[in-house]
Antibody, heavy 118, light 112 residues
């Protein structure tokens, strides 16, 4: 069973870069899609993007230009970078995975709360 | 983007009674592979979402059979045949057809 754990700072200053890492443990599969999802306070989850097989990457159009998702070759961790953050980027950030993300995500991390504040 | 709209947004229910949540999409969720990618999640306060149903009507492992999903095209329903206390929380539908994949606004289920 795959286990995911997010890590990173809990507070980021406006205009700076948010950087998070997701560590993958347990059985994994190179055919998995590795995704980042965020959930602003009191709102529904929002898909940020995903990486597949270290090469196929897709980002939400609303964040394209500010977001980078990458994974290491061994797929033991993947990361999220979001530049020029504002208060609107305050959210719980989740890493998650599945073999077919169109069918939703069947393994989620516990989430990490990130506040954008000076 | 495909917009998915849930109703109701709040659903007070009586223990042991049925409950239904509707999810409507602004466009058909049938993908080029013939599958319909409409999924349902449940989220308790302070927890990550948990998938209950995928591709309209397929229950995940460990999900009680009182949960069922139905629908086609643009109209979908999640039904709980007999609500139990552990079913409280927020339910989200999620479409996985056109990118970006999107979630509905959520339906908060609480016990009367």
């Amino acid at each position: 069973q795959v286990h995911l754990q997010e890590s990173g700072p809990g507070v980021v200053k406006p205009s700076e870069t948010l950087s998070l890492t997701c560590v993958v443990s347990g059985a994994s599969n190179r055919n998995n899609y590795w995704s980042w999802i965020r959930q602003p306070p009191g709102k529904e989850p929002e898909w940020i993007g995903y990486v597949y097989n270290s090469g196929v990457i897709n980002y939400s159009p609303s964040l394209r230009g500010r977001v980078t998702i990458s994974t290491d070759a061994s797929q033991t961790q993947f990361s999220l970078k979001l530049t020029s953050v504002t208060a609107a980027d305050t959210a719980v950030y989740y890493c998650a995975t599945s073999r077919n993300p169109r069918s939703g995500l069947d393994v989620w991390g516990q989430g990490i709360t990130v506040a954008v504040s000076s | 983007d495909a917009v998915v709209t849930q109703s109701p947004l709040s659903l007070p229910v009586t223990l042991g009674q049925p409950a239904s949540i509707s999810c409507r999409s602004s466009q058909s969720l049938v993908w080029t592979d013939g599958s319909t990618y409409l999924n349902w999640f449940h989220q308790r306060p302070g927890q990550s979402p948990r998938r209950l149903i995928y591709k309209v009507s397929n229950r995940d492992s460990g999900v009680p059979d009182r949960f069922s999903g139905s629908g086609s095209g643009t109209d979908f329903t999640l039904t709980i045949s007999r609500v139990e206390a552990e079913d409280v929380g927020i339910y989200y539908c999620m479409q996985g057809t056109p990118w970006p994949w999107t979630f509905g606004q959520g339906t908060k289920v609480e016990i009367k």
